[in-house]
């Protein structure tokens, strides 16, 4: 084991509690991770030290908390190694950026009878956002398959992509299967044919290290609560010359750079895309999150997960009658999973009755249900501050619930 759980966990002031009368075993941290004491103590330290609203004001607490905001796009800057500050917008989560993306990508570059390829095991928000703007703009939704073991098409991409392909979006790891997508490859398929390429990173940024000048991809998306972080923060990141073309997504305060009735002209980057008093206080604690993260280190906490993954696989397997989906070897720590004859809905309920918290139902992501032919199923997600011990629990008590039906 590359760090100590036993101490990490102690950073988790919500782990260590009965639910039941049990030790909670929280087993769903694909939906949202629970915080550290040091990100609850950044979002008090604002609201008790130095809150004020940002960009506007001149007086002491407006300043120190606009530096304090600013100090954490560095930080998301530095966490995926964008280019520039400016490339890193702050929206409410990835679903607000990923509508964001959509629109105003839409708005400056698809033209009626343009293509956009989106993968089949994406997440609802990376599919709606781009079926309303294809709906605003007569455009088509190209669908990229996925095979049993859960893995990506890839070999059928190339003939997807036409002459009126403009984007491809794909997750980077999906939420159901944690199969991790192979996105330099796609990106460099894209590029070669004038393709962008979006990547919906709300799954892998908590585990993988994230490079997206590397990777090169066009735009990037992903949500502070998926990683220890405050709920309501969100980044998206893109390429400058995409985000300068692109209009604004939403019209309000800060986003402008002067108003007049004859017509109004926009802010720099990243405020363009950035209207209206933003979590001021939440983007602030997202910087101690990112802070925390980058000292457990990226690689030891995604060594750690795959330890856990593996283990639970391994046991996982040996149930009569369980099927996991998604069991292609790259793969992040979350286990889908149905057992035949039993209802995963009951499954989940009786597992919560042990003190143990998964996901069941379709986990928004629909099409995949359908390729798999199912209404849903049972996942467990991992985080760094999960033991084998809970494993070990989890598996047991599955079991005793199984005999049970
Ligand atoms: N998936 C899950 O239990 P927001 O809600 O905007 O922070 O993230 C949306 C989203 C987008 N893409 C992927 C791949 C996701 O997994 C999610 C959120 C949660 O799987 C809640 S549905």
């Known amino acids: 084991m590359s760090f100590n759980v036993t101490e990490i966990r102690e950073d988790f ?19 949202t991770t629970q915080r550290p004491q040091q990100v609850i103590d950044a979002l008090t330290k ?24 600013e100090e954490t796009r560095e930080k998301a800057r530095a966490l995926i190694n964008a280019e520039t500050r400016e490339q890193i917008i702050f929206t409410k989560g990835t679903t607000e950026s990923i509508n ?60 997807l992509i036409t002459s009126r392909t403009k984007l491809i979006t794909v997750a980077h790891v999906s939420n159901v299967l944690g199969t991790i997508n192979p996105i330099k490859q796609i990106a460099q398929i894209a590029h070669s044919r004038g393709v962008r390429i979006f990547v919906d990173g709300a799954q892998a940024v908590p585990h993988l290290k994230i490079d ?7 735009f990037y998306a992903f949500s502070a609560h998926k990683m220890y972080g405050p709920n309501g923060v969100g980044v998206l990141y893109g390429k400058r010359e995409l985000l300068e073309q692109m209009p604004p997504y939403q019209g309000g305060g800060e986003m402008i750079s002067e108003v007049k009735f004859s017509g109004t002209t926009y802010n720099e980057l990243p405020y363009k895309f950035e209207a209206g008093t933003p979590n001021i206080s939440g983007v602030i604690a997202f910087g101690a999150a990112i802070d925390y993260l980058q000292a457990l280190g990226i690689a030891a906490v995604s060594s750690w997960e795959t330890e856990l993954l593996n283990y639970a696989t391994a046991q996982l397997i040996q149930i009569p009658g ?9 793969k992040s720590g979350v286990i889908s999973f149905n057992v035949e004859g039993v209802h995963f809905f009951d499954l989940g309920t009786m597992l919560d009755k042990l003190g143990i918290a998964v996901r069941t139902g379709h986990h928004c992501a629909d099409p995949l249900m359908d390729h798999f032919e199912i209404q849903g199923t049972v996942r467990a997600s991992f985080a760094f501050y999960n033991t084998k011990e809970e494993i070990d629990v989890f598996v047991e008590a599955l079991k005793k619930v199984i005999s049970m039906f």
């Open 212 to 218: 997206v000048q590397e990777l090169d991809v066009d």
């Open 13 to 31: 002031p919500i782990l260590n509690q009965k639910i039941y009368n049990r030790p909670l075993v929280y087993f769903d941290n694909a939906a």
């Open 46 to 69: 604002t609201y008790t030290e130095y809150y004020g609203n940002i960009h506007r004001a001149a007086h002491f607490l407006a300043d120190k908390a606009t530096a304090a905001y």
């Open 322 to 330: 369980l099927r996991i989906y998604g069991t292609q070897a790259e």
């Open 100 to 159: 964001l993306a959509a629109f105003s990508f839409g708005e400056a570059f698809i033209q009626e009878g343009d293509e956009i390829i989106v993968s089949e095991m994406e997440h609802h928000s990376n599919i709606v956002p781009w079926q309303l703007m294809a709906g605003r703009k007569g455009a088509r939704i190209v669908m990229l398959p996925v095979d049993d073991d859960g893995r990506l098409q890839i070999e059928k991409l190339e003939s």
